[in-house]
């Protein structure tokens, strides 16, 4: 590779991270911005150059070479401290949509005194819009959630279904027989479904721990080498990560469409 080629590619690196993040005024915040370009795009780019000067590239002369390098790995700091910032803040804002819908969860639970509940009819169909309205909102902001912290909600809103279904099952046991042969057939599916979601649920824990780890060992490497080929794989693993949650949601989908045959 020429010297004029590696340079390039260091500038195609550096139109990759601005492309990818832009800064704005509010204080020192570095506002995020939906691309098509990903950070495990950027960490190949990386790559790349790391691999061009360990092929020894030579540049017209030693303050240029050093120039470069230099360049380079303040980008590749920038990458690291950056991708870090994003995902920093993407906690920041899981966290703030999950207290949100966790509390609306618990605002249906329906009032009762020794265990005999307090709500009508009508007070309990509202306490169910609450429900629907919760399982709405995770759904619409599950993109900017943590698989962990939809995972809570998920769960929540699952709990307090179930509180419902009790309350509605005494009063179809007290007034109308239930079309059981339907119901079975979707309970069973449903029993699949959640099988299928604790499975996938525990991939995810699983790659998010790898992750972690390898963020940790990226942290404190020595070796500049290993830490470039490091990101490269936990770029793919967070790219994994992506798709199990992916998979988690169609399941999701699944689950809510049989609990509203169940209704």
């Known amino acids: 590779m020429e010297w004029e080629t590696l340079d390039k590619i260091i500038g195609e690196l550096e ?3 601005n492309f990818k993040t832009r800064r704005g005024f509010i204080g020192v915040m570095t506002i995020f911005v939906p691309t098509s370009i990903t950070w495990g795009d950027i960490w190949a780019k990386a790559a790349e150059i790391q691999n061009g000067f360990k092929e020894g ?3 017209p002369t030693k303050a240029q070479r050093e120039g470069a390098w230099s360049r380079f790995n303040s980008l590749r700091d920038d990458i690291s401290r ?3 910032d994003e995902r920093d803040s993407r906690r920041w804002k899981s966290e703030s949509l999950k207290s949100e819908i966790l509390s609306r969860v618990e605002s249906a639970r329906p009032d009762n005194l020794f265990g005999l509940h307090l709500v009508n009819i009508e007070e309990m169909k509202a306490l169910g819009h609450v429900v629907h309205d919760a399982g709405e909102m995770l759904s619409e902001h599950k993109r900017e959630m943590l698989g962990e912290h ?3 909600c998920f769960d929540a809103i699952q709990r307090m279904r179930g509180v419902h279904d009790a309350w509605w099952d005494k009063l179809k046991e007290e007034g109308s027989r239930r079309h ?3 119901q079975s057939r979707v309970r069973r599916n449903l029993e699949g479904n959640y099988e299928r979601h604790r499975k996938a649920t525990h991939a995810l824990e699983h790659c998010q721990n790898r992750a972690d780890e390898l ?9 500049d080498d290993w830490a470039t080929r490091a990101e490269g794989w936990l770029s793919e693993l967070e790219d994994k990560i992506t798709d199990i949650e992916h998979s988690i949601e169609q399941i999701e ?4 469409a049989d609990e509203s045959n169940l209704r």
Request: glycine letters at 0%.
């Open 15 to 17: 139109s990759m991270i």
């Open 57 to 59: 590239v030579c540049y």
């Open 82 to 84: 950056l991708s870090k």
């Open 150 to 152: 939809k995972q809570e």
């Open 180 to 182: 059981e042969d339907f």
């Open 215 to 223: 963020r940790s060992q990226i942290a404190s490497a020595w070796n």
């Open 253 to 256: 989908e699944w689950i809510r």
